[in-house]
T-cell receptor, first 114, second 114 residues
Framework: DQQVKQNSPSLSVQEGRISILNCDYTNSMFDYFLWYKKYPAEGPTFLISISSIKDKNEDGRFTVFLNKSAKHLSLHIVPSQPGDSAVYFCAAKDYGGSQGNLIFGKGTKLSVKP | GAGVSQTPSNKVTEKGKYVELRCDPISGHTALYWYRQSLGQGPEFLIYFQGTGAADDSGLPNDRFFAVRPEGSVSTLKIQRTERGDSAVYLC????????????FGNGTRLTVT
């Protein structure tokens, strides 16, 4: 049973527009969330995170929104650039449990077209 | 380079053989993690170390898998009697500490069991 779900396997966006990547989770004990970006043949790279005590965190073109009541988070990229084309993974951590155990979604492949 | 280094980058082995995968974390990072990523999936947690000891090995699929970190730096993931289902990319990551510290991943070792 997947605890972190990314229901869209792929997303295509025009350069300069907004990319919105979605993630849902089922475990209400999750209290820290992260987004990673992965290029082919490379390991995932940390992008941005958010604690459950916040509902928004912004870093440059990247903003993560957290809706705890809906158990939903989203990553907004504005404006999207061709170099943003990659697979994006949502991940969650439960500090009450094993602190080393990040649980990942299956990823969403983002294609930004020039 | 100051990143997480994994060797080899690719490993092809025959069913039933023994393999060792090596991870050299970022200098000064006390926490080290192993994840496995199968095709079309997100990374799945295997084990993490805090210093020399395995703090959580609950993700290891069975007793054919074992990992060590004898001096608190380099780690080796060992797989005995490999099976075709073990084919995946094995990712290593390190972090400064367990809490509030993003994981920095290496590029992974692609293991293929024929």
């Amino acid at each position: 049973d997947q605890q972190v779900k990314q229901n869209s396997p792929s997303l295509s966006v025009q350069e300069g527009r907004i990319s919105i990547l979605n993630c849902d989770y089922t475990n209400s004990m999750f209290d820290y969330f992260l987004w990673y970006k992965k290029y082919p043949a490379e390991g995932p790279t940390f992008l941005i995170s958010i604690s459950s005590i916040k509902d928004k965190n912004e870093d440059g073109r990247f903003t993560v929104f957290l809706n705890k009541s809906a158990k939903h988070l989203s990553l907004h990229i504005v404006p999207s650039q061709p170099g943003d084309s990659a697979v994006y993974f949502c991940a969650a951590k439960d500090y009450g449990g094993s602190q080393g155990n990040l649980i990942f979604g299956k990823g969403t492949k983002l294609s930004v077209k020039p | 380079g100051a990143g997480v280094s994994q060797t080899p980058s690719n490993k092809v082995t025959e069913k039933g053989k023994y393999v060792e995968l090596r991870c050299d974390p970022i200098s000064g990072h006390t926490a080290l993690y192993w994840y496995r990523q199968s095709l079309g999936q997100g990374p799945e947690f295997l084990i993490y170390f805090q210093g020399t000891g395995a703090a959580d090995d609950s993700g290891l699929p069975n007793d054919r898998f074992f990992a060590v970190r004898p001096e608190g730096s380099v780690s080796t993931l060992k797989i005995q009697r490999t099976e075709r289902g073990d084919s995946a990319v094995y990712l290593c990551a390190s972090s400064l500490s367990i809490r509030d510290s993003p994981l920095h991943f290496g590029n992974g070792t692609r293991l293929t069991v024929t």
